[in-house]
Structure formats: C-alpha cells, structure tokens
C-alpha cells in the first residue's frame, strides 16, 4: 500500500504539479500539522492561527490546522495516528520520539523529498548547512535519502554539570575558581562539595540531581549511536572529550561490558550510599518530575544538563540562583543532535508538494515562523526599540509551542533577555562544533530486530537502576551482562560495528 502511494505521489508530480507552482494559481489548500510538547489552549491556537492563514494565504493559499502533541501525548496518539494511516500531512518525528523518523521512513510513512526539494524548497534547501541535511539522510522504503527536514536550532551536543553558583559560593567556594577549573567525577574535591552541601542543608537535602542516562554519558564520553535501541541504548562509542573530532578508533561496544561503565556504576552506587542521590531520581515513575521541580526550587548543588547555548541566562532568572555551565565534554556534532527534531510529510497526504512549501516558508521566513512560535505581536509579546521581544507573560502561557520542536529557530527575534546579538552567538557556538569521526552514520537495526527486542526487555530490567546507583554494581552487573549476552548482545554489536566499517569505507 505504502509503494502504491509513493508511486502515485510521483505520477502526480510528473504530471505537472511543478507547473502548477511555477505558473498557475494556487488552488487553496489545508494542512494538518502535528506539534510536539506544545503548551496551547484552543483560543489562543485559534487567535494566532487566525493571522497565520492570512499570512499563508497570501504566500501559498494553504490554510494550517495543527496539531498541538504535548509531552504526555504526543507518543501514543502518533503512532496511533499512523499506524491507522489518518490523513496528517505533516509530523513531528526525532531519532528519540516513538514514531522514530528512521525506523519509520523505512516502514514507508515518510515521504522521499530528495527529488522534491529543488522545485518546492529551494530556499529551506541553501538555508540548512550541508552537514545537518547529511544528518537526515537515512535508508528509508524508497532507498537512500532526505526523509524529513531538520530543524536547525541546538545542532551540536555539549554535556555540562549544572551548578548552583550561589549555594556553593554560601559553602564557601570561589564560584568562579571552581567553574574555571572544572568538575571531575572521581576527585576528592567533587565529594568533599557534596559532603559540604549535604552536611550544611541537611538530611533530607541531597546534593547531586541527576537525570541517569546523561550523567552516565557525561562520565564516561560516550555518545549515542542513532539508530540503537530507541530509549534503550545498549551501544556506545567513545571520543576523545576535548577534541571529538580525533579518530581514537571507530570501535562501537557493549555499553554495559566496559571498565568505562563498571568504574561509572561504583561510583554513582557509592554518592548513592552516602545520600547524595534522592530515591526519587532512581525511580522512572517519579525522576523526570522530581529533576524538573528540584530544578525550580534550585534544592540542589551539583546536576547534569545537555546544553544549549543561552541556557544559563534562562535558568538563572527562572530559579532565582546563579546558573553555571561547566562543560564535562567539547560540543560535538552527530546524527543523534543533527535528527534530534525534525519535521517529516506523510505518505498519507494529499498534497505532499504544499506541506514542502509550506515547512520552506516556515524555515525562511522570520514573520511566519515568529508566529507560529511566539504568537502574535500585543497578544503574546512586544517588540522593544532595540529589535527585541518581551514575553507577555499570561498570555504566552496560552501560546507556548515547544521552540526546539518548530524547525529554524535561529530567525526568530531574539527575546530581551537574550539580548540582540544573541542569535549570532548562537550560529557561532553551533557552527564551531567539532563532528564525531563517524559523522552521519545510522545504524539499521531491523537485521538484528529480535535481538534487539530481547535486548530492550533486558535494559529496562537492569539498566536504570545501574545508571542512578540504586543497586550495587558489583552485584548486580554480572547478572545484567549475562542476560545482555543471553539476549543477543554480541550479534547487535558486531551488527553495527560492521556497518560503521562500511560507512567509513565509503
């Protein structure tokens, strides 16, 4: 059925739906589009969508229904939605999302846009740098190609420890010698801080918030390899933390089977034992709520964070305290950050052509993409003399789409507290990432799918609890490393690392 389509889908275009772009009014159009982690109540969806259908009307006669996914719905009624094959033209999809833009490209739900881009994108196609549209490319029903558009927003991956300056400068530090310096995992210095911060707030204070699978990242230098275990990663590849870009040998491995990991999961285990680590950060029923709302009462010294630059600014003024960002790692490049938000056309629509149009439109177009992303102008913002915006705050609480999630984010006004250079600085910082020596690989899991389903089975047994301390490595590793390899392991490993050889061949 999915072929069926893709074939008529190219009858249609040679069939001179180009001409009609080229020389022909543009018959009116509506397109459903479907957003992820939005925070939008139906009036204002309707007041803003009002304006942007005006605007689109004008630009390409289509009219916009969205979608507006949030965080706690978006997984399940996506892949409902596809898998009942609803007529949405346009999804939200990641390499970490449940309806995975590579898996589900190569199922055949996205359409191939290689061919289309030129005659229906041709501005978003100059706008995004070579090596993010590198990162979209994936082995997809109709072959090798682009499958969905990248957004080009926080395109490198940089993993910090998130201090809070102002507790630790009340303990006594030099905030500013401390940052300088750095923070390493297994010193002394970094205990005796915890210790300090424990002993001086109290039993029921615990020092390090951690979201488990990006301190064990941050420790140990690895990276993710796309196209692993979607939630669950059991591979992982190692670089050089401040060079990433240095070939150190482009060896994938067993996450779980290397001294790296093992000497991570003590370590983690022993600030457990000593009540650095709250029992609620090594539950997944409670730590993503628990990390969120420790976060804004700042009831913490030391926690991790994937970076994105400007945040320390953002985070300082939402929790009251003096943010800092001390980098554990160099910022670095890869499939994981390159489709970590991306916007794909559905096999299902009607008229895949306009929803091109229209995401070119939206990604080049400062007007229309600072409306769909910040809203209307004396509604959800002001503008300052200085080119800036001012949040209106109740009202912009109405109108919240995720910003990440909308696609070309850096032609968007820069807020007042970014200040007006911000989005100069931005380009710079991402354009000076260092790529992984693997660059756009993706692994094609779909060889190994049965080891790999017995694999998830067993990550979610073991996995967390190791990565958060909340049981003892040495007890418990062994057991989890022998089920890893009862499971399938070593196949998924050889899997992949077999692939990556023929990518670096070329």
Not at 189 to 215: C, H, N, R, S, T
Not at 230 to 257: C, M, Q, R
Not at 465 to 487: C, H, I, R, T, Y
Request: with cysteine.
């Amino acid at each position: 059925m999915k072929k069926l389509l893709s074939l008529l889908l190219a009858c249609l275009m040679l069939a001179g739906v180009c001409g009609a772009y080229a020389d022909e009014a543009l018959e009116p159009v509506t397109l459903r589009v479907w957003f992820h982690g939005s925070t939008v109540t139906p009036d204002a969806s309707e007041k803003v969508m009002a304006e942007v259908n005006a605007y689109l009307a004008d630009k390409i006669n289509v009219t916009i229904e969205p979608i507006w996914g949030t965080w706690g719905d978006f997984d399940q009624a996506t892949t409902t939605a596809l898998a009942g094959g609803d007529e949405v033209d346009i999804y939200f999809t990641c390499n970490w999302s449940a309806n995975e833009y590579n898996k589900y490209a190569r199922d055949g739900y996205w359409v191939k846009l290689d061919d289309m881009l030129d005659a229906y994108a041709p501005e978003l196609k100059a706008a995004i740098p070579e090596g993010i549209w590198e990162c979209a490319i994936t082995n997809g029903y109709d072959g090798m190609g682009i499958y969905g558009v990248p957004a080009l927003k926080d395109t490198a991956t940089q993993n910090c420890w998130d201090v809070n300056g102002t507790l630790l400068a009340e303990l006594g530090y030099d905030v500013d010698a401390v940052c300088e310096a750095g923070l390493d995992y297994y010193s002394d210095e970094f205990e005796e801080m915890l210790q300090a911060a424990k002993d001086a707030k109290g039993g029921d204070f615990y020092p390090l918030l951690i979201e488990p699978a990006v301190l064990e990242r941050m420790v140990t230098h690895s990276s993710i390899i796309t196209g692993d275990l979607n939630g669950a990663n059991v591979l992982s590849y190692y670089y050089d933390a401040e060079h990433p870009s240095a070939d150190i040998g482009s060896t994938i491995v067993n996450k779980f089977g290397t001294d790296e990991f093992a000497k991570f999961a003590a370590r983690t285990y022993e600030f457990s034992q000593k009540g650095f680590i709250s029992p609620s950060c090594q539950s997944t029923a409670t730590a993503n709520d628990y990390r969120t709302a420790t976060q804004a009462t700042a009831e913490y010294l030391f926690g991790t964070q994937s970076y994105a630059f400007g945040c320390e600014l953002d985070f300082s003024n939402a929790r009251g305290i003096d943010v800092r960002m001390v980098p554990e790692t160099a910022a670095y490049m890869d499939c994981t950050s390159g489709q970590g938000a991306m916007m794909a056309v559905s096999i299902t629509s009607k008229n895949p052509e306009r929803a091109l149009m229209f995401l070119n439109l939206l990604n080049t177009d400062p007007t229309l993409m600072t409306m769909m992303n910040y809203g209307l102008e004396g509604f959800t913002y002001n503008t300052n003399d200085d080119g800036t915006i001012t949040f209106i705050d109740d009202a912009r609480a109405t109108y919240s789409p995720w910003t990440n999630g909308m696609g070309n984010i850096r032609i968007l006004p820069p807020t007042d507290a970014q200040g007006v250079g911000f989005w100069d600085s931005f380009s710079e910082y991402y354009n000076a990432a260092e790529t992984l020596p693997y660059g756009g690989f993706i692994f094609d899991a779909s060889e190994v799918e049965t080891e790999g389903a017995a694999l998830a089975n067993v990550f979610a047994e073991y996995a967390f609890n190791l990565m958060s301390g909340a049981v003892d490595p040495a007890e418990v590793l062994p057991e989890f490393q022998a089920k890893l390899e009862e499971a399938g392991i070593n196949e998924f490993v050889s899997a992949a690392q077999a692939q990556m050889d023929a990518y670096l061949a070329g």
